[in-house]
Structure formats: C-alpha cells, structure tokens
C-alpha cells in the first residue's frame, strides 16, 4: 500500500487537531493509503521535537524549510498562521508536495490566485481545511439537497458568529492586524459560511451587497496593556449574495457576537422544504417537508447515524454523536485516499481562492456602497 | 367612566382577532374607558347582522360610509382589505373620528403620508395593528436593551417568514396583485419585522440595500384552475439595513419559507449580550449575558410571567401561556386608555408611514441595485 | 336560542381566568346556547358587586347560598378554594343545578363519590376544570394515538411538576394544610397528570406504587413570619402505574421542583412511534414515526394549527399561537354545548372522582410501601 | 516513561470504539504511562490479524486466553459478549493483569462479586467501561452538584431509552436471551443510568420498587425468519429508588422506546436549581438557579467548553464539539494513568457490583410486587 508521509507545519490550535485526526484516521476509516506522521516542524529545534514526541511524529524540526524539502515527505499541512500561508504553499509546491493548508488560504485573493497557479503548474494536489462541510450532518444536507428532498433551492441564509473577540478587555492578536490576518471575521469565520454556501446550494456566488464595522476601535496592547492599539479590520460584517444560478443569499458574521460560541449554521429554503442547521449542535439537522400529510408538517429533528455519510465509520448507532475533531478526521481520510488514489481532492485551493474573492468582494461592497460581482475581484 | 364606542369595518381573518379581543379586553384589564362594541360594517347588510350578532355588536350595517359617520362611533377600526385602508382612513377621520387600522397602513409611502396629515390636521388619534410588539415576550426584550443588559446594541437580524403561499397550486389571490396588495411579502409580513426593528433598536432605519424575487411567477385563476395568471408582486425579499444610529441590520421575509408558520423571529447582539425570539413560541424568550461567571455563560429561555410586562392581567402564573388573540387585547387596551385618557397611542399612523417608506426604499434599492436613504422615499 | 345562566362562586387566579374565558368564548365559538353571565358571589357584596362589574356579570351577591338557590342559574361554575367544593356543590345539585367545579374536585375521594352520586341521582350534568386536556396540542395527542398512529401504547410517562413553593421563605398557605388542601402536591397538580394520563392512554389507571416527600418541613406562619409552622402534606410525590390495558405508566409532580413553571408534560411510546410534549411550550407537540424512511426518522415539531382540534376558531393561520385562558375557552364552550344540547359532559365528576381515587392509592402506597389497586380506595 | 501495554479482546462495535480512543489519547491527553496497543484477540487467528492491522495494534492471537497469560501486557481490555466478560476477567486477574471490562460487568450479581473478590484479592486495578460518566457536560453536572449550585438534591430522574429492538420484524439476537445477556434492557441499557444515578447524586441507591414488561414477546430465528423464537428478557423496566441520603429518584429504561436513539437523560433538581441533560446533546446542559433575579430565572444552555473539566485538551474553544469516542478517551486518559501513578481507578468492579444490585433489585421488586433493599441481593 502506497504511503502518504506527512509533514505538519505548525502545533496550534489547528495544529493539535490536525494532530489527534492523524492519530485517529487510520483506524477509523480503512484508508487507501498508508498514513505516516513523518515529520513536524515548530518554530524552535525543542518545541518541535518536544511536539513530534507528543503528537506521534517520527522526526521533527526546527525550521519549515528543511521539512518542505524533505525527500520523504508526500503532503505538507500548513497549520501556521496565516500570514505564512502562501510562502510556505509555495515553497512546498515548488519541492512538488501536494499541500494541505489551513483556511484562509492567503491574506489576499492575489496571493491565493498565485498559489492556485503554482500548484496546478506543478500537478500537486491541494486540499483547503474547511472542515466544517465535511461532518455527516452537513454532508446529510447536501444529499437531501441534491436529491431535491427540499425542490429547487430559493433561499440561502448563513451565519457564522462567535464571541471570542466580544470583551473589549481582550487585548489585540494578530486576528487584528491586517498585515498578520487580512481580513477579520470575514476572513476568519465568514470563508467557512462561504464555502458552505457553495457547498450547499451547489452553485457559486455571482454576486454581493455588503457591510461592514469595526465596533470595538481599540484594544489593550499585550504588552503593555494600559496603552490602546488600534484594531485594523472589521468584528462584524453581513452581506447579501446572489449565486450564478439567480439564488439569492444572505450571509453574516461576527467575532464579537456575544453567545455565540460554534455559531456557524444555514437555513436553505426550497420550493418543497427547508433545511435548518447549527454547528453548536453538529449531530442533528432539521428537515422540514412541505409535501408532509396537512396536520403533520413541521421541523423533524434528525439524528446523524450510519445511515449517513462518514458516520458509520466512527460509531454504527445513531444519535451516539460526533465531534469537533472527528471532521478533521473526514477531512484526512479524503486527503490520504485522493493522494493515494489520484483521485480529486476538494475543496481545493481553487475553491479557497473563489472564498476569497467573495470576501474581498464583501469588504470592496461595503467600502464602495454598492453591488459587486465577484469575478471583478484579482 | 368615558365612553369609547368603536365601529368595526371588515370581520375576515382579523377583524374576527379584533372581536375576540374587543371581548376579552375588559375583563382582562381595568380599563381606563368603558369600551362599546357599537357598530360592525360587512359587504351585505345580511353578514353584517349576523356577524354583529355573534361577536357582540350593537348595531350593523352593509355600508362602512354609514358607519364612518355615525355619530355615536368614537373610533373607526379597519379590518378590510389593504386596499380600501386608505379610502375607509381618511373618511373616518374627516367625520372626526380616531382610527385604529390594521397593517400596512397603505399600498403606498404616498398614501400613507395623506393619511398621516389628515389625522394631524384633524386631531384625531391614530394606532396600526402591528400586534406583535404588544406580545409580553417582546415588550420584555425591549425593557432589556432599554435597561442596558445587553450593552449598545451592535446588530439586529429580523425575519418574518411563512409558507402560506409556499404551494405553487395554490390560486392567485389579492395578495399577489398590485392593486389590492401593493408589495407582496414586504408589505404583508415585512411590514410587522421593520416595525420591530424600530421598536426595539430604539432608532429608526436611514438605509437600506435591498433584493426580492418572485419565485412563482404564475398562479392559478381563482375562477378558472386550468389558467395561470401572473403573480404581480414578490414572493421573497431581504436587505441590509443601517439604523440612524449606525447600527447594521438585516431583515428577510418571505411569503414561500416552507416551514415557517409564524417565522416572525429577531435576533439582537449586543456588547454584553443578545437576544433571540421566534414568534413560533412566543412566550418565551432567550437571553444571554456576557458578564455571567466563565463556564456559566449560555442562553437562558425566559418564559413569560407575571413579572413582565402586560402578562399578570391575564395570569398570574409564570410560563402558562399566551396566545395570539392576547396581543390584539394588549394593543385594544391600549387603544381604549389612550382615547379615554387623552395620551398618545404607538405605533401610529405616523410609524405606519415610516415603515412603508422602509419597505419602498428597499424594493427600490432592489431595482437599482444600489443603497437607498430612506427619507429619499416620499 | 336556549340560554345557558352561569352563576361563578369565587373570583380569585382561576375564577378571572374563567371570567375571561366566559367574555371570549361566545365569539370565539358558534356556541349551541346563549352564554349568559348572570349572577356572581364573593365573600363580601361589595367585593362582588365590584367583580361583577369589572368581570361582565349581571348580578351579583355576598352569599353563595343566594347564588346556588337563584331561580334564574343554570349551571354554578365553583372557583372557591378546594376545602368548598364538596359543600357547595351539593348545595347546587340540591337546588337542581349543572355543576362546574374546578379541580380537584374535593379533599378527598370519599367526598368525591359523594358528590358524584348526588350529581347522579339529581340527573344534572356535571364537569370538573381538567383545562390543560382542552388544548388543542393535547387533543391532537390524543387523535393521534386513537388512530394508532404511534401503533399500541406501550409506556406512559407524566410530570405536572412547578416551582411555587420552592423558596423556604415562602410563607404557609393553604395548599400546605390538610384541612383545607388535602394533599399537596399530588391535590393540585397531580390531579392534572392523573387525569391527562386517563385522556390519553385511553384506559384507567388500576394499581400504583407511590413514594412521596416533605422536603421542606416548616415555613413561616404569613402572620408572623419570625414562627414557623408545620407542613402538613407533601411536597413531592411520584409513582409507578399500571393501567387496565396492561400499559405501564410513571408519574411525577412537586411544587418545589425549581425551573417548573408549567412543567405539565408528557412522553407517550407506542410501537410504531412516540409522542412528547411540555405544556410549557403549549402550542407545539413533538411527534416521532418509526416507519418513516430509514435516515429520516425523527422528531417533528407540530405548530398547532386549524387542521387541529378547536384552534382554528381562534385563528385560522397554523402556528400563531394559543394562550391558557383559551384552553378555559375551549372547556366552556364544552359547557354551555353539553347543557345546551343535553349531551355528556367530559371529564365530570366522575372522572373527578376516580383521578381521586388514584391520588389516594399513591399517598397509601407511599405510606405502606406497597403497590395499591386503585378500586381498593373508596 | 512506564509502559501501559493493552491487550484488547473483543473488536466488534465497542472494542472498535476502544481501538479508536487508543489511538487518540497519546495526542490528545499528556498521559501518566506509555500507552501501547500490544496485543489483540479475536475469534480466529485470521480476523485477529486483520483487526491488530487496521486498528494498530502490535500483535495479534486467535485465542484470548493466550492474551491474558502474555508477559507483555498490563492490562487486559474485555470487549468480548458479556456472558464471556467474567471468564476473561478471572483468567487475566489470574495471570496478575489490571483489568479494563466492558458494561455489564457480568450476568449476575453473584458473579459480579466473584470479580471483585477475585481483583482485591490479586491487588489488580479494574475499571468498568461506564464512558457516558466521562462526558464533560456530565462531569460539568457533577462538579455543579458537588459545588452546592443546586442546593441539596431532592430528586433524581433519569432515562436511558433507545429503540434498537423497536421493530418486532428484528431478529432475535443475543441481548434477548438470558444465558448471553441476562437481563433486557435494564442489563444493557440501565446499567448506564445507575452508574449515573450514584455518581451524579453522590448516594448509593438503597430501595427500589421496579415493574419491567417483554413487549415483543418473540422475534424471527435469525437463522430461519419464519419461526419465531421466544424473547426471554425484558423490553423495558422502570422504578422508584430511594438514596441513601434518603433522595428520592425515578429511573426508565427501555430499548424498545421509538425514537430515541441515543435517550440517556437526567432531571436533577435540587432545593436551589436543576439540571437538565440529555446524551443526544451530548455537548450541552441545561442549568437552572432558582436566585436569579425575579423575571430573569430560567434555564441556561451551557455549552461545554474549555472551562469545564477534560474539554480542553480535544479543542480550546468552547461549542465546538465533543464526540462519542471522544468520552472513551477520557475513559482511557484514566485507565493509563491510574495504572502508572498507582491511583485509584473509577468506575470499578465494586460499582459495576454495586450496579448489578439494583438492576437485581429491579428485577426482583418488579417479580414480588413489593420494594426490595438493595443489600438484600447478593
């Protein structure tokens, strides 16, 4: 069985759970390929080795660079912060690995267009960390969806709010600077309710209307928190969209939506039932059914199972429940099994760089007052 | 005790509302005038007796001009079809009589600022039945973001949505035309949701960009199935909104949501905390506070008791209950102590014209694809 | 028309509540009688001169014993507190007059029989205030189950659990002394459960074993609150059922079960599916079918709407809400039709009697540790 | 580092979950001991292979007495049938290993305690896979418990409904028989909420009055599906409990309750507050404080998340998720380092007896018709 030797770059948050699904994969799912936790590189020699020992890697390193070379890596994972995105992508494509990278895919749409062009000059396989669309009550919806349970598509709402930014004690990250994130919560949070959004309705956004604000101008310096620093981009932003296929969409997201903790979730209207989710509570999803007997209609709450896709593989009753890190776990399944099969991965950085130009296009909107189409944005 | 002798035109769907709560008003509160079921007009003399016999009327007639001028009627309600509001509006008050009309005030901004300067220059008092800011759950929520629990409100999401023409067999009726509806799902249901915003935003709506369709464009004649007229009015819309206090919103509404039976539901963040309803259980409220000690932190569901406004005088038991015809009781009582007592009434014809001009200003911005000013609408 | 002459006894929580009921309910229902408000007594005239007034009444008296002896009463409708009933209304059968009692019906199971055979041998029609069996939630329960819809009952599990004497502080009232409640929390809200499952399953319940509790032994006597007095009855109570059909049941109920504030509700298994419902989220009920498709099995929220049982009178739009005095509504309607047209009236003493009857057997077998057949109690 | 070296025997449904945890915990949790997979059995030599292959495991054997003799493994992890749990468990604490076993401990309580006695005597750790206990919502409840936020408990409700054998056309299998299962639904299902019943109250159960049914009294041979083979267990069961503190408690179990596919679930009120919770929310609960402020009292949903105990180590953000396998983890977290500090292990085989008792005790009240002191089954 071909192997597939990983290289993770990076053992933050993201990082970690990259980490716990390579664990896991290769006993959950019978994976066409054999995965290998080859090698991990941290910002120091120690904290690398000290990570390699703790998250099952083989060997470990203290600079990138040496691991984007490594002959005996197949697939680099790019788990570092954002702003290193596209140098890392590239140099990896350059040593011909396919690349695995975390969300958003660059700072700017230039930047994920050239990575884009790199990595199909060069034949390697890419794969975006949009997890959220790969957990079984996600993927439930795209079938019913797609199997037109719920008719033709009408209506698109998304959100995806958290509060992690909500007390204006919280002093500045990089999540704040433009030059470290791009983007805030567009960037941030609102390219997964992108994604979704293509992912589900099954066309992309033509289209937007959008707005912005920066509620909470200034925050505490880390290092000196008495001094103010400026916050660069935006805590909020909603838009509305209109996909290729006429759909109309509306979207929103927010760092500072007090309450909500996982707050990602959709409602998509049809002309024969409705669709309605929240990733706080990821193993359920509501179906409504307009063609129901009259006096018996109304939202049913199902229960993912293994009736439903990737589900099985991780417990064979229903309504056992899945977790956060079990997406991850999909998500690696497919990339082991398309590099080892040659077959496609998605979402791909194609798909990473279209999320990107409709957030440039939600930010260009809110700046210009006015509608955007999407392919204006390079 | 004074009198206020009320005149009812129209006893469909909500007129019937009105009786029930024209019943029931009295008993449930100490009203400050002692309200009169005078008179009761319908479109026969025939179904006028009969159905001032059954709800309690006085007296009837087959013409409302007969009504409008009687002079034992101290106010004129107006429950007939949208299109005559104006006509029956300015009518009555031209006989000096206040009037109390159901939503939308008008088919047009035009018109309802006629009505609006009639009864100022008339000196008659004036109430639009948008009855669900009457409702406990919501007059709560407004105390709370008055109160400051939740912080500066930083965004508003409001959605009024319903599927009660969701079938596309189900006939064109005078909802679907211009001339007896003016806008379609905007001026039905999107007219109760910006007055909610109003109300509990606490500022009124300077702009908007907008979009709507019509998603069935042809529906079946009434009178002869086999042929298909031309729905002449939206189906769905939604928009981006700013508040004259910079606040964002964003509202949707839709006559085809399947699935949503009273889809009124607003969501309301704030910078320590947030608000969510759905009329669909409209006695109760859910409530989430910032500042709640770490690991504590959630969603509490308040349901509605005596402690809140408007529920004690009809129980005084928390959480037992309250139905759709309590708010019409809620919004008479108003009308009753606001005439006797010679003290203003809201939401009056005045904010019915300011919610048309919302609803205008977003069908024009959906046709222009750009922002409207709200006071550009007139 | 044949006129239905109401004469009310007590004009406390519940006695408003059916005043509101009585003002309601001749426009909400084309009632088969003429509903009028005749006579009401209090414990003073002026009392009752001032609540006739406020509440609708022709007449009205400082003595019940002028109210069950008037010429002019049909039917006594009895909201004085529970230590009453029993002298009350066999003083109105003795006068030959319909009965109305709130519940439960009297301290104790014996005066129950008595009262019912009164009723019986005097030939008048009686009906006990069971409302929350009115709602059309919990009518559709009951369809849905006689039309075996969830197959065979399998399992009955009961709560009518509140929170109104949860506050130690609270002082001691009359629900907590034997001499004028009986029981405790079984008496006033256990009667409900027992009462819902009869409804329900659609068989009486045969045997019981019951354990119950005072958690709270003292409280503060209201006129002196530095001194504690006793609790006389329980607190909580809960039991194992087992039906005439076989079927098993389970029951609970508690006046100090902190967060209940109408936390009557009810999980009824069958074999082919389930129903569940919370009384306070009165206008929806939960409905499972195991045969529906593999994958899209779930719980359905029903919103009450018109194709269910006596709501559309209320309003004819699906999901717009029902209140607790319209469930009262729906029982008067029940009253003045049953009188009216000479035909039975259900739940009636009897029914009164017997959920007595089963409210006795639980404290016995919670007193002698032992199951008790419920026809052991007289 | 000392090595923690597992032989698993068993990798059917659970087992596979075990598999999965074990590949999880090294990177999730910072653990005490080396964790390493040694050792598998299975029934044939050939599946056993397969399994140690695609679970990691380093060896395998056809003959899981081989297993328990092995010199290299620590600790014996019985994921086999339960009528083999206790012939495993002698034979491993024979050859001086800890042992790790599956719920139910065993068919009977006699058994349970040879166990015990046996692993007291050999000085050998135990732990009895009760995982739902591990759950951080479940743990959140407990430590709230403890912390006197609810006040003093005054009742414990608890279910564990599923509806796997719902369908009377499902064969029969091994839960129905008595010499491979020994009790029904109380044996494979109640034993879970027992083990939550003494952990969340902080009491063991003293008394029980129970009752239990066979509902589907014969099922298909699954070898010829036109006989029908006799059910020997029961359906479903219920019972009244008594603490030992004198706490009273309820508690339903059934495999046969359609719609409930994962329906563990407690109701724990307190003098002060409640808790709500159920399994197939499995990262929520529901708290209710009964000194909230007046109009603002009602359940909090909190969400799990890095505050609450054994969230962090899988994600640092809150809401976000936990999954099934995800509480085996933590499972196994406490099985690796108990066994390398040498601490105490819990749930052991003492509470897997103690378990047994009551679901003993159950059956025997629910035969006798009478209450029964758990002290007396032995």
């Known amino acids: 069985m071909q192997q597939v030797r990983v290289g993770l770059i990076g053992t933050g948050y993201i990082g970690r759970c990259h980490a716990i699904a390579y664990a896991q994969a290769p006993v959950v799912f019978p994976l066409k390929g054999q995965l290998v936790r080859e090698m991990l590189a941290e910002v120091t020699p120690e ?23 490594d002959p005996a890596i197949d697939v680099v994972d790019i788990c570092a912060p954002n702003f290193l995105h596209k140098e890392m992508a590239l140099a990896a494509i350059a040593h011909g690995k396919h690349v695995y990278s975390e969300k958003p895919l660059a700072l700017s749409t230039r930047d994920a267009a050239e990575m884009v062009d790199a990595a199909r000059r060069a034949g390697v396989k890419t794969l975006v960390g949009f997890n959220y669309m790969k957990n079984p009550a996600t993927q439930l919806a795209r079938q019913i969806i797609a199997r037109g349970e719920i008719g033709e598509v009408v209506h698109f709402y998304g959100t995806h709010n958290e509060d992690y930014m909500a007390n204006p004690a919280t002093p500045l990250d990089w999540h704040c600077r433009k030059d470290s994130a791009g983007l805030g919560a567009l960037g941030d949070l609102g390219a997964h309710i992108i994604n979704m959004a293509h992912y589900l309705v099954g066309s992309r956004i033509a289209s937007v209307s959008g707005d912005m604000q920066t ?10 928190p008495s001094r103010l620093l400026p916050v660069e981009n935006e805590d909020q932003a909603h838009a509305l969209l209109r996909f290729e296929s006429g759909v109309m969409g509306q979207i929103e997201t927010s760092r500072i939506a007090c309450g909500r903790k996982m707050g990602l979730g959709y409602v998509i209207t049809g002309t024969k039932g409705c669709i309605s989710y929240t990733q706080e509570r990821m193993a359920e999803l509501k179906l409504y059914r307009h063609d129901d007997d009259q006096g018996r209609q109304g939202f049913k ?3 993912v199972g293994p009736e439903h896709p990737d589900y099985a593989a991780f417990c064979i009753s229903a309504g056992h429940g899945f977790g956060f890190n079990d997406q991850k776990t999909v998500e ?4 082991v099994d398309g590099i080892a099969a040659g077959s496609p991965l998605w979402p791909d950085f194609e798909e990473g760089w279209r999320v990107s130009r409709v957030l440039d296009a939600i930010a260009l909107s809110a700046e210009r007052r006015q509608w955007i189409h999407v392919e204006e944005i390079n």
């Open 47 to 69: 904290l690398a080795a000290r990570q390699a020992e703790s998250l099952g890697f083989n060997r470990s390193t203290g600079d990138w660079r040496e691991l984007v070379a």
């Open 301 to 303: 709450t199902l229960l």
């Open 332 to 335: 690696i399944r497919d990339l």
């Open 215 to 224: 509620i909470i101008g200034e925050r505490p310096d880390p290092r000196e």
